[in-house]
Structures are given as structure tokens and as C-alpha cells.
């Protein structure tokens, strides 16, 4: 059984287009993570969602939007995609926060 | 701003040898610090220290967090060519930070048969 799932797995896509990323956890956490992982493998949190509410709002352009319909589920909408948002996006989540974070296997978003 | 380094950058060593990998830390209200293994895809949890639990130990891997030196040591013995990895090492804030992670950039480290 899959902990934390994104999808899709890999995503390209031509710039200015708007896309979505899904992440849904099993594991009965209640607070979910986005992350961006760039070329040179740092990992910096974008978001946080505890109990579906924004707890982390790192620096992020506002074209980066995410929505939690539930606890188990944290959604990253992108529009106006540009170049410099080629990046892994790891989906994450933890029993609450402060807890160890479980994340999902990342989506590979290459832009054109 | 909170900041996190990890050194060696990379490492490449033969299976049977032992390495320890560093980390240091500058951060407001110090609450935690993980240490994470990424092969191919995700980051898998490994250890988290406390200031209640500055040892940790797990088969073949233990890691020390040295408060008074903001720092932490993972240390791999009798290395195999599974053991070949990005090792990330990660401290929590508190207060309103509550929570956040800051990642280093991580040491590579190759295992040669």
C-alpha cells in the first residue's frame, strides 16, 4: 500500500500553460507538505496544511495555489507556468506537526 | 534565516568501510533534527534528535546531535553498495515555525563493491 501518492508522476508542459499536481496519504496524518526539490537537490517547503488549514506559507509566487478538500488530500495548483518552476515537487505528510515526515516519490515537472 | 550544511558534499568508499557524514545548523528555536535517506525517489525517514534524544541507533546506522556544537553526525559502519545514497540532513524550528523543515543540500555517498 502506497503511504503518500502523487500524481502524475512526470509532467511536461509548455510554458504559460496552468497545471495540477494530487497527493493523497493513507496514513491518517494530519498535516501535509509541499516541497520543491531543484537541480541542485535542496529541498525547501513551499506549504503546509494542518487539518486542511494553512499553517506554512513559504515564499511562493502566488501563481503556486494549494487546496486541501480534506485532511488526506493536498492538492498544488500551478498557473502561468515558467521555466524556473522545472523542479521535483515532493508531497509530504506527518502525524501532526513536528512529527517525522513521510513523503511521496515527487513529480517531475519540466517545462518547455 | 535558518540554514543548514552538510559536509562531505560526496563521498565515494568501498563496501566494509565505515564513513560519518556531518551536519551543521544555524537555527531560531532549535526543536529537531532528521536525518533522511533519497535513492531514486522519495526521502525516507532514518533518525530524529531530540534534546531529550541525542543518540539514536539503528543496525548498522547511529547518528549524535551535539547541541552545544549545533550539529549532528550520521555514522554508516560496514557500508554496502545499498547503502549508496543521498543523505539529507533537516532541523525543525519552533514557535511559529512550527513544523518547517530546512534540508541541506545533502552528501552523496557511493558505495563500490
Known amino acids: 500500500d502506497t503511504a503518500v501518492s502523487q500524481t502524475p508522476k512526470y509532467l511536461v508542459t509548455q510554458m504559460g500553460n496552468d497545471k495540477s499536481i494530487k497527493c493523497e496519504q493513507n496514513l491518517g496524518h494530519d498535516t501535509m507538505y509541499w516541497y520543491k526539490q531543484d537541480s541542485k537537490k535542496f529541498l525547501k517547503i513551499m506549504f503546509s496544511?494542518?487539518?486542511?488549514?494553512?499553517?506554512i506559507n513559504e515564499t511562493v509566487p502566488n501563481r503556486f495555489s494549494p487546496k486541501s478538500p480534506d485532511k488526506a488530500h493536498l492538492n498544488l495548483h500551478i498557473n502561468s507556468l515558467e521555466l524556473g518552476d522545472s523542479a521535483v515537487y515532493f508531497c509530504a505528510s506527518s502525524l501532526w506537526e513536528g512529527q517525522p515526515q513521510h513523503f511521496g516519490d515527487g513529480t517531475r515537472l519540466s517545462i518547455l | 534565516e535558518d540554514k543548514v550544511v552538510q559536509s562531505p558534499l560526496s563521498l565515494v568508499v568501498h563496501e566494509g568501510d565505515t564513513v560519518t557524514l556531518n551536519c551543521s545548523y544555524e537555527?531560531?528555536?532549535?526543536?529537531?533534527l532528521l536525518w533522511y535517506k533519497q535513492e531514486k525517489k522519495a526521502p525516507t525517514f532514518l533518525f530524529m534528535l531530540t534534546s531529550s534524544g541525542i543518540e539514536k541507533k539503528s543496525g548498522r546506522l547511529s547518528s549524535i546531535l551535539d547541541k552545544k556544537e549545533l550539529s549532528s553526525i550520521l555514522n554508516i559502519t560496514a557500508t554496502q553498495t545499498g547503502d549508496s545514497a543521498i543523505y539529507l540532513c533537516?532541523?525543525?524550528?519552533?514557535?511559529?515555525?512550527?513544523?518547517?523543515?530546512?534540508f541541506g543540500q545533502g552528501t552523496i555517498l557511493t558505495v563500490h563493491p
Open positions: 537555527v531560531t528555536n532549535f526543536r529537531s
Open positions: 533537516a532541523v525543525e524550528a519552533g514557535g511559529t515555525s512550527y513544523g518547517k523543515l530546512t
Open positions: 496544511y494542518n487539518n486542511k488549514e494553512l499553517i
